[in-house]
C-alpha cells in the first residue's frame, strides 16, 4: 500500500478512538445524572469529581485526534 | 494544503509576526511581536479590566464588583473543597490561572472577524498550554519538597499497597505523575484546537455548497450551518469547562503536594 494512503486510513481508524471515547464522556455525565436524580442533595457535593472523571475520560478521546493530526500533518 | 476555493483549517492556527518586528532578535533567537503575543497581551489587560472595575469594595457590591467576587468566591471554594485550609494562599495563581484561560478561550471565539480582525486563540497552541502546565508543576514540584523534603517521595506508595506490590505501584504512580504537565496542556491544547477546526471545516462546507447552486447549498449548506450555530454554543461551553478543567486539575495536583495521600 502507498504510503501516504496508509496514513489517511490510519487517520480515520484513529477517529474510532475519538467516537469511543464520546461513548465514555456520556457514560459519565450519564451516571452522574442518573445517580444525582436518586439523590439530588448529595449531587452539588460531586461535581469536582464528576468533571475530573469528565477530563479522564475525554484525554483519551484527544489523545485519538492528536494520532490522527500527527499522522495527517507530521508523519 | 490550501486549494483554490478551499478553506484551510488550519490557516487560522498561524502565527505571525506583527509590526514589522520579523528580525528582532536576542542572541540569535527571534522575539518578533506575533499575534499570539498580541492576544495574550489583549487578553492580560481585558482581565485587568475586569479585576480592576470590582476593586471598589463597596459593602453593598454594584454588579460588576459581584462578578468579580463570584469568580474570586467560586475559586476559594474549589481549592477549600479540594486542599483544605492549606489552600487559600493558592488562590491568586488559581485565580490568574483560570480566568486567563477563560478570556483567552473565550476572546478566541468572538466573531470578531465581522470587523475585519481575526481573533487567534493562543491555548491552541501546545508552546503555550505547555508553559502553563509546567508552570502548574513546577509549583507543585516545589511546594512539595519545601514542604515535605525527601518524604514527598511517599507519594509514590498509596496507603494500603500490599507488600508483595511494592515494585511494581510505585513505578505506575511514578508514570502517572510524570504526565501530568503532558495531561494538562494536552487536555487544553487539542480541546481549543479540534472544535476550532470543526468550525472552519464546516464553514468551508457552507461557503462550498452555497457557491454550487441553490439544491446543494439548502441540501448542505443550510443544515451545516445550522450545526455551526450549535457548535459554536458548544464551544462556549467547552472554554468554560476546560479552563475549569485545567483550574480543578492543577488544585488536586497542588493537593497531593500539600497533604501527600
Known amino acids: 500500500m502507498d504510503a501516504t494512503a496508509a496514513k489517511l486510513i490510519g487517520a480515520g481508524l484513529a477517529a474510532i478512538g475519538a467516537g469511543i471515547a464520546a461513548i465514555g464522556v456520556g457514560n459519565v455525565f450519564g451516571s452522574f445524572l442518573e445517580s444525582a436524580l436518586r ?8 461535581q469536582g469529581r464528576l468533571f475530573i472523571g469528565f477530563a479522564a475520560a475525554e484525554l483519551l478521546g484527544l489523545l485519538s485526534f492528536v494520532v490522527a493530526m500527527i499522522l495527517i500533518f507530521v508523519a | 494544503m490550501a486549494e483554490h476555493g478551499r ?4 490557516a487560522q492556527f498561524k502565527i505571525e509576526p506583527l509590526f514589522g518586528t520579523d528580525h528582532w532578535a536576542i542572541a540569535g533567537h527571534n522575539i518578533a511581536f506575533t499575534n499570539s503575543a498580541l492576544w495574550m497581551a489583549i487578553t492580560t489587560v481585558a482581565l485587568w479590566i475586569f479585576v480592576a472595575g470590582g476593586m471598589k469594595r ?9 462578578a468579580v467576587e463570584t469568580m474570586t468566591g467560586f475559586i476559594d471554594g474549589l481549592l477549600s473543597a479540594n486542599i483544605g485550609p492549606n489552600g487559600k494562599k493558592y488562590v491568586p495563581y488559581i485565580f490568574s490561572l483560570f480566568m486567563f484561560i477563560l478570556f483567552a478561550n473565550i476572546l478566541g471565539l468572538l466573531p470578531l472577524s465581522l470587523l475585519g480582525v481575526h481573533p487567534f486563540t493562543f491555548t491552541s497552541h501546545f508552546s503555550v498550554t505547555g508553559v502553563l502546565a509546567i508552570l502548574s508543576f513546577s509549583i507543585v514540584l516545589i511546594v512539595g519538597f519545601a514542604k515535605h523534603k525527601l518524604h514527598f517521595f511517599s507519594l509514590f506508595v498509596p496507603h494500603g499497597t500490599p507488600v508483595w506490590l511494592l515494585w511494581l505501584i510505585p513505578i505506575i504512580e511514578l508514570i502517572s505523575f510524570l504526565v501530568r504537565p503532558f495531561s494538562l496542556a494536552l487536555r ?5 484546537m479540534a472544535g476550532h477546526v470543526l468550525l472552519e471545516v464546516l464553514s468551508s462546507f457552507v461557503i462550498s455548497s452555497a457557491n454550487s447552486g441553490l439544491l446543494w ?11 455551526m450555530i450549535a457548535i459554536c454554543a458548544l464551544e462556549i461551553l467547552v472554554a468554560g469547562i476546560q479552563a475549569y478543567v485545567f483550574a480543578l486539575l492543577t488544585s488536586l495536583y497542588l493537593n497531593d503536594a500539600e497533604n501527600l495521600h
Open chain 1, 39 to 46: 439523590n439530588p442533595g448529595a449531587a452539588d457535593g460531586q
Open chain 2, 7 to 10: 478553506v484551510d483549517p488550519m
Open chain 2, 217 to 227: 447549498g439548502g441540501v448542505v449548506g443550510l443544515p451545516s450551518f445550522l450545526l
Open chain 2, 58 to 66: 463597596a459593602l453593598v457590591p454594584g454588579r460588576w464588583q459581584m
Open chain 2, 188 to 192: 487544553l491544547f487539542v480541546a481549543m
